[in-house]
């Protein structure tokens, strides 16, 4: 069959693309920028349309020939009014498939039974189904928390978990959630295939309270932990907690915390009789999986890198970009210049001035920003929009370069880069720092932060020079 995916560099359609790929499907996938794909296993097995929900002009000829898609995007950190965006992204898909698709499958939300206390998120994605249906034959599978390796709601309950040992929670943590696995997830995705549109499905595992998801988590990892609810915290102020003590950030944390407030439990029995044989794992076996793909470092999908936003801002050189180049002589080949920067962040850290990586990191926590939480997929690889602490990978060449933007909060736009230039007594190590600034307080940031980069910048330019020299005697990062 012919499939257009949507979503592709996101948590879900990352990992259903291979499946469709293994049943022998022709795959047609829809990106605003091809490079978020390179690297990927199966990039080069797809057709890439460049192409944006938000500009119908760029979505022309995207459904030709085209038999189902995936309807697997959506806004909800990426744009401050993510409704009226994820509203016009579909109205736009809408009226590119209507004269094309046989079917379209879609992933919504989990609906609490009292409607009028629906959060803007999950309402929002309810509209987004609405929308598809009235235009095109659409399945909708509704889902509550996902749990698998990397998902935001999986690290949201592992972080907690992990780092308070005794938690003073908001009472609503005792309300019933229905989590389900990203096993199962897929399983339906791809199953559905098979069948014409079926309109709305809830799909669900376990019931269980949100409670219930972080003591069995600390069962599965063998912890001991004390959780006292009581009538306090409001949901705004419970998501600045999860976003100050996990990975999430605030933008995240907020809908996640508002979907557990009121009740949201799933009918199943529709799912139950239209796919018998797909039966999801009960809650503990999902997290030990989970945990199993996190410690085995084969998480190949992660919540963080399907949230780049959405700047179109390109790195150029031009008036008003503020450029700190450094360079050293390395005598080892370019290969393990680039392992050594390209392997920088994460659990390994950032080689030197790991304290004030670590304080940077805190003062961008407090003021909303992601900080240093969100580590890294993997130790040693990195693909193209991986997330990479406070930064993001935006270009990454094997053996040559590694582009990061920063996505700290600062008064500009940042980037710290890295080449590793060939030459005939081994390689050129270039780190470059660069800041486009926003007016005069961009300025001021810098310049003040200009002193402290001078040592830390050049005790990192030398601190990876050394590291390569040691990778090529063959020691261990």
Known sequence: MRILVTGATGYVGGRLIPQLLEQGHQLKVLVRDRTRIEGRQWSSDVEVFEGDLKNPETLRGLCDDMEAAYYLVHSMVAE???????????????????????????????????NGNVSTHLSSRAEVGETLAKELPTTEFRAGPIIGSGSASFEMVRYLTERLPVMVTPKWVENPVQPINIRAVLDYLVAALDHPALGPLDIGGEVLTFKEMMLGYATARGFRRVIIPLPVLAPSLAALWVGLVTPITNSLARPLVKGIVTPVLADTRLAEKTF?????????????????????????????NSLAGNSNFTLQDREGLVREVRSTQVPVDAKHVFDSFASIGGERGWLVWTWAWRIRGLIDQLVGGPGIRRGRRHPTQLLTGDVLDFWRVEKVEVNRC???RAEMKVPGRAWLSWEARPTESGCELIQTALFAPDGFWGFIYWYSMYPAHQFIFEAMCQAIARDAVKLSRGEQL
């Open 276 to 304: 018998p044989d797909i039966i999801p794992f009960d809650y503990l076996t999902s997290v030990k999986l989970a945990l199993r793909r996190t410690e085995e470092r084969a998480v190949t999908t992660r919540w963080s």
């Open 80 to 114: 401050a009014d993510f409704a009226t965006v994820d509203r016009l992204c579909a109205e736009n898909f809408c009226r590119e498939a209507r004269d094309h698709l046989k079917l379209c499958i879609y992933m919504g939300g989990l609906l609490p039974k009292n």
């Open 402 to 404: 590694l582009v990061l």
